[in-house]
């Protein structure tokens, strides 16, 4: 994992410094006057006047010894800022999974199990919609709906300053989980009607049902656990999209994590910062490959690593 | 057929909606929902404990609380920290923690025999910081040697190295030498730092220094005291109860400065009357003058639209070196349908740089009317004949040209192409290259561009220079006329206003029959407000709109 992260890292400072313009964009994008001393002093001040090597190179040093670097914009280092980001995207992302997988399973569950009813039209409608709908429309519309229309729901934040209370801020979490879980929840339910479909159809099936065990139980136990194996793999690897996906939901909803500051570090091209994140995301997408293939021998033990 | 039997279908739709139920529940128990907002007109009044807060939606999260070293607007900065002086809704300076502020008609700016400049400003008295240390004139001195010095990086350190002394006679009484004659002076200090928190660090320290950085360390002498920042929610500021105004000020106990990215977050946020207060976009201002309990407020900011034309380019010269020509292109600019079509008439149109509620603001400097024919029978007269295809064509060159395009900038960008498409009415081809936001201002700075559709943010003090000097530090059209240049130069120095105002007005002239830039419009900033917020005074200067906050009181 060590030589892949080191791999990542230089790729990722690359990319990064490639892009055209530097920290002191922000200075001059105010439209003020600012003088040219001042932009010098700025990039001498924060190294970006030295060589890329030499800046990966003092970036790579510091990092190896858990230091991140001071973040450009705010002065504070970047690890602590990650640190305290972490927990609210991490709540977004688990509520967003949790509400994804029940409602994904309830819907592919019962699809299959009705196939070509009309509930079965409808979560194929819906799924579609889910699939292709932009997140910040959608998120915008049940701001609309629930927020400005109903009044049920608050628009933005993680609760109310002076008034918060675990109602509140479960209130305040709920638009945010629905729009950042709905495209999973159409792929998920997709993928678990098909695979559900294709159990059912399966020779142990037709012995369970032979035996005389109950419906449910044919259903719920021998079909949906062999189905769930490639659902499994797919979530676990869909965790590092709800990751990224956090950027835009965050961005919506006001919510206070790392996607939000990703792209606040992007436009000020606060290189620490976008290196720390990047960072993050990549470890996350190593770590849920790996508990994609762990989930594939948990749920299938003919599956065994050596 | 294989049968589900146990799950009725009524249970379905159940399973679908339980969150939003169960969220509902919740709404109708308490929360946010049922709390302090109202569903229209703002997000109330005093509270339940009968505290005034005022809520307001943030476009960004800040970087720092040093008003000096931000990059950020500092409306929240300003709450809490004051300076000499601030500029009002009508543009002009006026004092804070100065009593009056320095000039040559009450004597408090002299000119000595040496060349040199001796300015007395007396401070307000009994003015102590949020921590009870009294505000002194030794704080001001000590906030000039920081901003003058390398290490501190203000972006306008250079206007304060003209100052050779600070000396303080007595507490209340600060004495600058200047090493000459510089009109800008009303607009520094416009915060001050607290010696007694500071004094011991040097600059490169106090640009670093996280406590007062995040607000943890940060006392100013202003009407609120900082009390909180979630990082990435909000920043809370509480009432100063020992503010130097008096006693009955601020009437306003608490502001929550929530921050709010996304410009249709915020004004959903609005319509749900969770704030008091929030900017919006141009385009957001026909619909929210429909909501009960909001009124629209569209403050002229002190920034101007313009189109530049660049003469730093081979192409660009062979095209634009003649000012027939450039006039030609700008008679074929309908800036009027800009304005009422595109930014649905709240702009006001500019014939100069200098902003229409400014006092040096001179009205007579010539429009460019839109007259589509004169400027086809100028392109004519310059010999730019109609090519195969429509556009102009002079010694086998066409007169087509690139403009420079900034993405993510809606509003410019739109301009940019209605100029596009009524250049095209006359001949003239204007192609687009449109780059991202840092990699633009790199293109921009560098000064190889053709022309390009951009704004400048003024301060309110009303020199130019910097933008159309030979060697104006932003001047980025290769902009150069010495006598122009003279005569901003000695405005520079002008003290007295009459004689400031008529250099100006004859400078406003010459940069419109230069044809090098066309002003579009003045900007304005469309803000949203409670019905229940009084006292607003929108300004569009630097110090913003929260420039008065002693004054707003909430129903």
């Known amino acids: 994992m060590v030589p892949l992260l080191l791999g990542i890292s230089i790729v990722l400072f690359a990319v990064i410094q490639a892009a055209p313009g530097g920290p002191e964009g922000a200075l001059l994008e105010s439209g003020r006057f600012i003088d040219p001393e001042v932009i010098e002093a700025y990039r001498v001040r924060l190294g970006v006047d030295q060589p890329v090597h030499v800046q990966y190179a003092r970036w790579l040093g510091a990092a190896v010894q858990g230091d991140l670097g001071v973040s450009f914009s705010t002065t504070r280092p970047v690890a602590e800022m990650i640190l305290e980001r972490l927990p609210a995207t991490l709540e977004l992302m688990g509520a967003a999974f949790l509400l994804a997988a029940v409602l994904a399973f309830g819907l592919g569950t019962l699809s299959a199990v009705r196939q070509y009813s009309w509930f079965d039209h409808l979560g194929t409608g819906v799924s579609f ?19 400005v229309w109903l009044g049920w729901l608050p628009v933005a934040g993680t609760g109310t300053v002076g008034a918060t209370s675990l109602g509140d801020h479960l209130l305040h979490l709920v638009l945010p989980a629905l729009v950042l879980s709905f495209r999973y929840v159409a792929g998920w339910s997709r993928y678990l009607r098909s695979s559900l479909l294709q159990a059912l159809r399966a020779d142990y099936i037709r012995t369970a049902r032979a035996m005389g065990l109950p419906e449910r139980v044919v259903v719920g136990v021998h079909a949906l656990r062999n189905a769930l194996i490639p659902v499994v793999s797919i979530m676990a690897l869909n965790l590092a999209g709800l990751f990224s996906g956090a950027v835009i939901t965050e961005t919506i909803f006001a919510w206070p994590g790392i996607g939000r500051m990703f792209v606040q570090a992007m436009f000020a091209r606060d290189y620490p910062l976008l290196m720390g994140i990047l960072l993050l995301g990549s470890l996350m997408v190593v770590v849920f490959n790996l508990v994609a293939d762990l989930a594939y021998g948990f749920l299938d033990p003919r599956i065994r690593y050596e | 057929m294989i049968r589900f039997p146990s799950v009725p279908s009524a249970r379905t739709a159940v399973s679908l909606l339980s969150v939003l139920a169960l969220a509902a529940g919740a709404a109708a128990c308490g929360g946010e929902g049922g709390g302090d907002a109202s569903a229209t007109g703002g997000a109330g009044g005093p509270d339940a404990s009968g505290r005034s807060i005022l809520r307001v939606a943030y476009e960004r999260e800040i970087d720092v609380l040093n008003a000096f070293t931000s990059q950020n607007l500092v409306d929240i900065q300003f709450s809490m920290v004051e300076g000499l002086v601030t500029t009002d809704d009508r543009n002009t300076y006026i004092p804070v923690l100065a009593e009056e502020i320095p000039t040559e008609e009450n004597g408090l700016v002299v000119r000595n025999e040496d060349g040199t400049v001796t300015m007395t400003w007396p401070l307000q008295e009994d003015v102590r910081w949020h921590d009870g240390e009294p505000f002194t004139s030794a704080d001001v001195c000590f906030t000039w040697r920081f901003v003058s010095s390398p290490g501190s990086q203000v972006y306008n350190r250079h206007e304060y190295l003209g100052i050779q002394g600070c000396e303080t006679p007595d507490d209340h009484t600060v004495v600058f030498t200047w090493d000459g004659v510089y009109a800008y002076y009303q607009g520094l200090f416009e915060a001050m730092l607290p010696e007694h928190i500071l004094g011991e660090m040097s600059a490169e320290e106090i640009v670093n220094f996280t406590p007062y950085n995040r607000g943890e360390a940060l006392v100013g002498t202003g009407p609120f005291r900082f009390a909180e920042w979630r990082a990435g929610e909000y920043i809370r500021v509480v009432r ?46 026909a619909e929210a003058r429909g909501l009960e309990g909001y009124e629209v407020f569209l403050v002229s900011s002190n920034s101007f639209m313009h189109l530049d034309l660049s003469l730093n380019t081979e192409n660009a010269r062979a095209l634009f070196s003649e000012t027939g020509v450039r006039e030609a292109l700008f008679h074929a600019v309908d800036r009027q349908a800009i304005a009422d079509q595109l930014l649905e008439g709240t702009v006001v149109l500019a014939n100069t740089p200098i902003n229409h509620t400014s006092p040096f603001h001179n009205p007579e400097a010539p429009p460019v009317s839109y007259d589509p024919e004169l400027a086809r029978r100028m392109l004519d007269q310059a010999g730019w004949q109609p090519g195969p295809d429509g556009i102009r064509v002079k010694d086998g ?8 395009n900034r993405a993510g900038t809606a509003d410019r960008v739109a301009v940019a192409q209605v100029i596009q498409a009524q250049l095209k009415e006359v001949g003239v081809e204007a192609t687009f290259e449109t780059l991202e936001s840092a990699a633009w201002t ?8 053709e022309a390009l559709v951009s704004a400048w943010f003024l301060p309110a003090d009303p020199s130019v220079t910097g933008l159309y000097a030979c060697d104006g530090s932003n001047n980025m059209t290769g902009m150069c006329d010495p006598e122009l240049d003279s005569i901003m130069e000695r405005s520079d120095r002008y003290l007295d206003f009459d004689r400031r105002k008529a250099a100006l007005d004859t400078v406003q002239v010459m940069l419109a029959q230069a044809h090098r830039s066309l002003p579009l419009y003045f900007n304005v900033v469309p803000e949203l407000l409670s019905e229940g917020i009084e006292g607003h005074r929108g300004s569009g200067t630097n110090f913003g709109s929260f420039w008065n906050l002693w004054e707003w009181r909430l129903r």
Request: aromatic share 18%.
């Open chain 2, 240 to 285: 100063n109860e020992d503010y130097w105004r008096g006693p009955d000020v601020p009437a306003i106990d608490e502001i929550v400065w929530s921050f709010v990215p996304d410009d249709n977050t915020r004004f959903n946020g609005m319509k749900a009357g969770r704030y008091h207060w929030a900017r919006i976009l141009p385009t957001q201002v």
């Open chain 2, 442 to 449: 790199q293109r921009w700075r560098s000064g190889q561009w």
């Open chain 2, 397 to 404: 060159r066409r007169l087509s040209f690139e403009m420079l």
């Open chain 1, 129 to 147: 919609l889910g699939i292709a709908m932009p997140v910040f429309w959608f998120g915008l519309i049940l701001q609309l709906v629930f927020g």
